[in-house]
């Protein structure tokens, strides 16, 4: 198993570029999410999925979209790229069976908005 | 608002050392606390995780202490190698179904020769 890949590993954007962050996990987990991460404030969760076609808000979500076709695909959509947009991305894929809490993180994606 | 605060930001310890990263927690409804290990250029990983029926829990060298009425947990890393650098985080949640994994700021450990 890949477990969960995301694309692209690193990505250099203007200000008001738009773009999508691929995140797909391989494990057939029913949650999915998406999280931030800042230099001194940890992963902060923008969107999450509880399964193809539900998706619902997290912490930080301005500014960000996603939709979940399928089990295995979670997208981040960025519509008009801020600088307050630069950070680190992690897709994460959990299962609802067992405790259902231990979540699988995928590699990340630099994004840097100039 | 911070729900789960954690320290220190960071910590220096030699090859042997035992270090010590503090969480505290606001939600008394909370009831499930992992710890996430995360190399450099790498996401997160499950390191270990506690609920608050047991006051410790070991696995391998790392051991979670846990203290329901300070609203207070921590990770203990005995007889640590360099290979230990990393940062770590601890979080929070409720267990069952999806529940959002509040985290703390993250402690960034490195473990000299």
């Known amino acids: 198993n890949a477990g969960v890949t995301q694309t692209p590993k690193f990505q250099v954007l203007k200000t008001g570029q738009s773009m999508t962050l691929q995140c797909a996990q391989d494990m057939n987990h029913e949650y999915m999410s998406w999280y931030r991460q800042d230099p001194g404030m940890g992963l902060r969760l923008i969107h999450y999925?509880?399964?193809?076609?539900?998706?619902d808000q997290g912490e930080v979500p301005n500014g960000y979209n996603v939709s979940r076709s399928t089990t295995e695909d979670f997208p981040l959509r960025l519509l008009s790229a801020a600088p307050s947009q630069t950070s680190v991305y992690f897709c994460?894929?959990?299962?609802?069976?067992?405790?259902?809490?231990?979540?699988?993180f995928g590699p990340g994606t630099r994004l840097t908005v100039l | 608002q911070q729900q789960v605060k954690q320290s220190p930001q960071s910590l220096i310890v030699q090859k042997g050392g035992i270090p010590i990263i503090n969480c505290a927690y606001e939600n008394t409804a909370f009831d499930y606390f992992p710890w996430y290990q995360q190399f450099p250029g790498k996401g997160p990983a499950l390191l270990i995780a506690i609920r608050p029926d047991v006051s410790e829990k070991k696995e391998g060298r790392f051991t979670i202490s846990f203290n329901k009425s300070a609203k207070q947990f921590s990770l203990h890393i005995m007889d640590s190698q360099p290979g230990d650098s990393a940062t770590y985080f601890c979080?929070?949640?409720?267990?069952?179904?999806?529940?959002?994994?509040?985290f703390g700021a993250g402690t960034r450990l490195a473990v000299h020769p």
């Open positions: 979080a929070a949640s409720f267990s069952g179904g999806y529940n959002k994994l509040i």
């Open positions: 994460a894929s959990s299962s609802r069976r067992g405790s259902g809490n231990e979540q699988f």
């Open positions: 999925s509880v399964g193809a076609g539900i998706t």
